[in-house]
Structure formats: C-alpha cells, structure tokens
C-alpha cells in the first residue's frame, strides 16, 4: 500500500489509468448517486482493456467497472491480468479519496489471481489524480474464500 | 413465444445467434456444473456485440452471458439494444432445452428497454439450435420493478 | 393479475400484508433514494414470516425483502411457501403504484415453486394499500430459467 | 490473525460457533457443490441470532449465510453487531480448512461495523472444528469501500 499522484506514477500505469478515466465516459448510472467509475486492465502480454459501471433500477443487479472490465478481458479470452486501475466521479462533483474496489470485485479480481497464479496490482485514484494508492488484491483481500467447487 | 429451429430463423437472428455461439468459446464456468453460455446484442443501428459468462468460486458474484454482453454494448457506448441470442452448453453435453436468461437477467435486459424506449427480441436456444424460443423482455418480465431512484 | 384494494383482500390476505407492513419499521436503507420494503410470507402450514430489505453501501450486495424474508424461512426449514406479500415507502413519501419483485427476486421465489411443487400467489401494495395488485410466480416469471445444476 | 481450535474458544465463542453449526442442518443447497454453511452472530447486547446460507438454480442469485444471518438480525432491528461466526460442511464430507467468509460478505459485514462504530470479531472454523481463525472485519477487508451514497 503506497499513497501517490499522478506523477509519481510510472509511465505504463500513466497509461493504464488514462484508459480507466477515458472510460468514465460510458459509465452508466442515472439513478441516485449517480456515480459512475472507469476500469482498466493490463494483460500479462501487454493489452489494455477498460470498461464502466452499468447501474440498473433494481440495484442489487448493478456491476461495477471492475467487474464489467474483467467480464470484457474474459469474453475475449484474456484471463492473464497484470495490474488494474480505477477511477471514478460523482454526481455532484469529484470524488476526493481514491476509490477502492468493492468486497464483491475483490472477490471477483481474486478468480483472475487465481488463474494467473500471481497478484494483481490495483492503481485506486481519486477524480483529481492527485490521490492514488497502488495497492494489490492481495493485499485487498486476505486470507480469500477459495470455495469448495472442482476445478479439475 | 414462438419455438423455431436454426431453419425458422432469418438472416439477422442466424447471424446473431452464431456470433453468440462462437462467444461460447471464451466462456470461463470450471465450477460445478461448468455451464457455458454465450450470448450476442444487435443494436438498433445494426453493430453485433457478443459476450460470455464468467463464473467464479463464489458463486454469487457470477456474471450470466447476458450481462456480460450488456455490460460490453454499454461500455462501447451502445445502448439502443434491437434483439439478443444465447446459447449454452453444460459441462457434461448438449442442453436439449432452451437456455432461458435468469431473472437477474431479465431485469438488466428490462433497463435498456427503458433506455431504448421498446420491446427487446430474444432468441433462446439450445446447443443443438434445433429448438429456438422467440420472444421478447416484455414477455419474460411482464409488470416489471421500475424502482423508484429518480433518473432525472 | 387482478387489481384491488386493502378491502378487496380476504383475511388471510390482510393479515399477510399487515405483518408485511409491519416488517417496514426494520427496513435498512438510508442510501439515496432510501426506499424501504417489507415482505411477508405464508407457509402452506400457515406460518407468517416477515423481513426487511437490507441496502449498503456497495448497492450491488443490497438484498431485497422479498429474498431476505424467504431466506428467514428458508433458515428456519420452512420452505413450503402459499404467499407472500410486499410493500414498501421511498424516503420523500409514499409510493404510488404497487411495488412488484425485481427479477432476481422472481428468481429466488421461484426455487420456492419449485420446493413446493405449486404456484406461489404474491400481493403487492402501494404504500397506502388502496391500489394492489394480486398476482403469482408464474405471471411474473414466465418460463423461467431452470438451471442444469444437479439437484439429485 | 489467530488460528486455534475448539477448547482455544472462551465460553461465549464456543456458544457463537454452536449456533452457527446448528444452523447447517437448515441451509439449503441442492446444487453442484453441495456446500453447506451456517453462521450466527452475537449482538452488543448478548443476543444470538443464527442462519444458512441458501442457493437457488440460478447461481448469481445465491446468498452465503453471512449475510442471510446479518438481514435476519437486521429485520429484527439488531444491527449492534459483537462477533460472528461461520461453519461449512461440503456435500462429499468435511472441509478441512477454515471457511472463510466471500469479498461480498465481508462488503456486507462491513456496514454493520459502520453501523456500530467498531471492529466485528469473526470466527471462521473448519467442519471438524479443530482449526479456527480469529479475525475481524477490518483485518479481512482493509481499506474498504465505502461509497459515496448519503446517509444523512
């Protein structure tokens, strides 16, 4: 866990994170809040990948930008995940403190640790980009649920 | 509610609904019953976009074929949604049935009738394609939860 | 479908409502729109069993009343289900149309229908009861998904 | 972080985790995995209050016993929550490791520490009750999110 801005970044999580916030711009949530949050990934091989959060009437339905962006990078077979950025803004203005990633997406991230067999870095920036923590899902969530299910 | 076969379809819903087929590859379900799902949108002005499910050992944040799909139209900006396909297969051979899209489902197809502003076509299939539901939102959701959160 | 009022309800049906309204008071919401529901049921034995929906701050976790209440019963073995009725208030006033289950709620009542072998009958209410509508699983989740889980 | 077994607990402990495997026998989950789990938490004022996860066909539906525990108290009006604690049994026998509970579960504890205003103690046990984690909420999910809704 490291607390940064936007310099203090290097230049391939400069750009993960510029593709997060150009994504901001397909968020769609009309409804209360009105928060709306960009997501971008980085394969293992070098490929970006970003999505929004999509927001329904019936909210227990809504799924974050992190989890739309990794159901994007899956459905195109991209499994192997490098590091993910998020941002996100308000509806009455900018959001002050990094955004953190929900319990749900840690979750979700984790399934990707998982495939990929190494951690996952999480770049979390406020509107500004003057606030960003560098962090990773294991970091985020320790000591996971790793369910019972088979995988063989 | 109409039940067709691959034949009974036209050109477009054949098409739509190879393109959610070939989405099945890239399918992730290595849990339990390792159903695969894929699933395809047209939009009105007629750009085809596909998707496919993503499940995890936690089971309650999976993610169905239908809404990873959404989720990709809306984050390319896409939400004049014309007609959707899916089809399915389990992990241990062909669904002989018509994968029918779980309420969850029908409630996140429900929001871009409302953004769209008319009925959404669906076309459910089974692996085979040799039985096919046509039908539609309105039909599979009737009087459906609108919520109150104000989209003003 | 049938479109009544608090007086056109049998008793069994008021008694329902009224321990539904009663759940009210615990609804957990204080998330924008703020909207609270209350749900009862009753089992084919005549049991009531009542709960409030549950909002937090990451809204896709929110559970709805109707899931929270047929969880209830569920974790106190009562899973043969008659009825259920729902009602609920938005945080600036009464609502003014009956409340209806989302789809994922429609999906979960659903397991219950299939439990117990019999159509499930759902009343839903506007705040002031004068306008409610008397309806079933099966009208509102018409040929519902299935699943291909092994339940042997 | 602690990991001890049964006679490791102090009375209140044991009598929590009791509950929590006393509720198994109600949790309900016909499907796949089988998993079995049970939960119960203990109230600031000393009250316990138990319940089962419950799993439905459609699996995105699904609710662990954490949380269906938590909207069990909640629709009691008891959200002053002390400790909590969890047990799971699989469908083809023991689970050896603890369980620990899912990144939306702990989302979803995590308002009730808001709620309280403190840390919530969490026991996770293996079905033989013979190797325990000690933890917490803010241990399991550092950093959370915690949206941006109002709750003024």
């Given at each position: 866990m490291l607390t940064t801005n936007f310099?203090?970044?290097n230049e391939e999580e400069k750009a993960l994170l510029g593709e997060a916030e150009k994504a901001l711009q397909y968020a769609y949530n009309p409804y209360n809040s009105k928060t709306r949050v960009g997501a971008a990934v980085r394969t293992v091989a070098g490929k970006i990948i970003s999505g929004s959060n999509m927001c329904i009437s019936?909210?227990?339905?809504n799924i974050c930008a992190e989890r739309v962006t990794l159901s994007i990078a899956s459905s195109q077979g991209?499994?192997?995940?490098?590091s993910m950025a998020i941002i996100g803004i308000d509806g009455d203005g900018d959001i002050e403190k990094p955004i953190m990633p929900c319990g749900t997406c840690r979750q979700f991230i984790e399934e990707f640790v998982k495939i990929g067999g190494s951690d996952i870095q999480i770049l979390c920036s406020n509107t500004k980009k003057d606030e960003i923590v560098k962090t990773s899902l294991n970091e985020l969530l320790p000591f996971p649920y790793i369910g019972s299910g088979d995988t063989k």
């Open positions: 310099n203090g970044l019936s909210s227990s339905a991209e499994r192997n995940i490098h």
